[in-house]
C-alpha cells in the first residue's frame, strides 16, 4: 500500500509543477497509508522531482516516524494532521501557492462555486483561515476549526489547502480552484460579468447528479 501511496504523490507532485500549481519547493502533499498513518513530503523538496526517499510517514496517534533515508517531514504537518484526524473521510491533503489562487489568498475577493460541473463537484464549499506563520501550532489549530466546513481552505497571504477522498480527485479540486481564480481574475480585468447558475439548479446537480455521494458539512 506505501509504495502505491507514494508513486500517486509522485504523480501529483509532477502533474501540480507541470500544470502551474506548484513552483520550486514551496507547497507539501500527503495521503493515508492507513487509518492511522499517512505519507507527507519532507521538508525541502521540490514537488516535481519526488522519489521515495523523499517521504516521511506520520501516524495520528504516534507522531513522526523514523524516516530511513533520515529526513524530516514538512514542517506544515500540524495542518494535515488536523484534517486526517477530523476528516476519516479524506485521503489526501495537498497544500501549495498556485499563482491566481494564491493573488485571491491575499486579498478578500469570494470564488463561486456556481458557474460550471466542476467548480460545484469541486470547490462546493470554500473557507478562509486567517494568517499564521506556517508550520505553527496557531495554523495548525486554525486549519482544524474550518477543516469540516470546507473542502477547500485560502489560507490568507499564504495559498492554499484542498483535501478529498484520494490523491486524485485531491489534484483535480486544486487545478479546479486555480482555474476559476483565473477565470474571476481575467474576467473582473476585462469588465466581464460571470453569471452564476441558480441555487435550485446548483441544488439538484449535488443532490442528482450521481457523480457521488453528497457530502455533508459543519455549519
Request: proline residues 4%.
Amino acid at each position: 500500500m506505501e509504495a502505491s501511496v507514494w508513486r500517486q504523490l509522485q504523480e501529483a507532485g509532477r502533474y501540480m509543477l507541470n500544470n502551474g500549481l506548484a513552483w520550486g519547493n514551496a507547497g507539501n502533499i500527503s495521503a493515508r497509508t492507513t487509518d492511522d498513518h499517512y505519507l507527507i513530503t519532507a521538508s525541502g523538496t521540490d514537488l516535481g522531482e519526488l522519489s521515495e526517499h523523499d517521504f516521511v510517514e506520520c501516524s495520528l496517534s504516534q507522531g513522526t516516524l523514523a524516516a530511513a533515508s533520515g529526513k524530516k517531514p514538512s514542517k506544515e504537518v500540524p495542518m494535515h494532521q488536523a484534517i486526517y484526524e477530523l476528516r476519516p473521510d479524506v485521503g489526501a491533503v495537498l497544500h501549495a501557492s498556485p499563482f491566481y489562487s494564491t493573488m485571491l489568498a491575499c486579498s478578500d475577493e469570494k470564488i463561486p462555486s456556481e458557474w460550471f460541473v466542476e467548480t460545484m463537484y469541486y470547490l462546493e464549499r470554500i473557507e478562509r483561515v486567517p494568517y499564521f506563520h506556517p508550520g505553527s501550532r496557531e495554523l495548525g489549530e486554525a486549519v482544524r476549526d474550518k477543516a469540516c466546513k470546507a473542502n477547500v481552505l485560502f489560507l490568507d497571504n499564504h495559498g492554499v489547502l484542498v483535501y478529498d477522498k484520494n490523491v486524485k480527485e485531491a489534484r483535480m479540486a486544486m487545478h479546479t480552484l486555480e482555474m476559476a481564480c483565473r477565470m474571476y481574475v481575467t474576467a473582473k480585468s476585462s469588465g466581464i460579468s460571470l453569471r452564476k447558475l441558480p441555487e435550485d439548479v446548483v441544488q439538484s446537480f449535488l443532490n442528482e447528479s450521481g457523480y457521488r455521494p453528497r457530502r455533508r458539512f459543519a455549519e
